[in-house]
């Protein structure tokens, strides 16, 4: 997708979406005290490490790692936050990455600062040379319940076979997996285990 196509859709998703992500600001504040947006160094294109937007789903002091390596995150979770992570609507601040060019709405999605094992399976594939999405192929085909080796296989399939069919069918199916809430696994204990992962929100 063109950065001219990325910078017009962000900036009317966040105009026509400005009174739900206000609501929600406002909803995380109410339910737990500290700020509305959790932010946290991802692996964009290239290599090249960005800073990630979400909303904050889990309490202030949670530790800055990936999900399955708390000792029981549900404990972690604010109860506004086991929504907002069911529903997805956690990711929408994402649109300012986007809007900043950290982004795009379709591809891999980015991989944890501290995630060597995905960061190297993609560099030798070549996955890296691709903008991370907001949702991507191995998304809509496992999403959280997906292994590492299992998510890179669809980034490499997404990297050979780009076209705009292929990111209408993504859109659709995501659409579709989030008003299921389909693949979302909470805590898991699985570290080979592609999961929300890393999030003190």
């Known amino acids: 997708m063109s950065r001219v196509i990325d910078i017009l859709l962000s900036l009317i998703m966040l105009i026509f979406l400005s009174p739900l992500l ?23 294109k290239n290599n090249k490490a960005f800073v990630l ?13 990936a ?15 086991k929504f907002l992570r069911k529903s997805s609507f956690d990711e929408l601040p994402q649109f300012i990455n986007i809007l900043k060019g950290d982004m795009t709405f379709i591809g891999p999605r980015p991989a944890l600062y501290n995630q060597f094992d995905l960061i190297e399976l993609r560099t ?14 191995a998304q809509v085909n ?9 998510k890179v ?3 490499c399939y997404y990297l050979e076979n780009q076209k ?10 995501t659409v579709l997996k989030v008003i299921r809430a389909e ?16 999030r003190s929100m």
């Open 183 to 198: 693949g979302v696994l909470e805590g898991s204990q699985n570290p080979n285990m592609v999961e929300k992962g890393g």
């Open 124 to 137: 030798r594939c070549g996955v890296h040379t691709l903008r991370p999405g907001v949702t991507g192929w």
């Open 22 to 44: 206000f609501l929600i600001i406002f909803v995380i504040k109410v339910d737990t005290k500290g700020p509305a947006l959790f932010t946290q160094m991802r692996i964009g």
């Open 67 to 81: 999900t399955h390596l708390l000792e029981d995150s549900r404990t972690y979770i604010t109860p506004f936050g």
């Open 142 to 150: 496992g999403r959280d319940c997906l292994e590492i080796s299992e």
């Open 153 to 155: 296989d669809f980034d």
């Open 164 to 173: 705009l069919t292929l990111d209408i069918k993504i859109f659709l199916l």
């Open 53 to 65: 937007y979400k909303f904050r789903t889990m309490r202030t002091g949670t530790p800055n790692v």
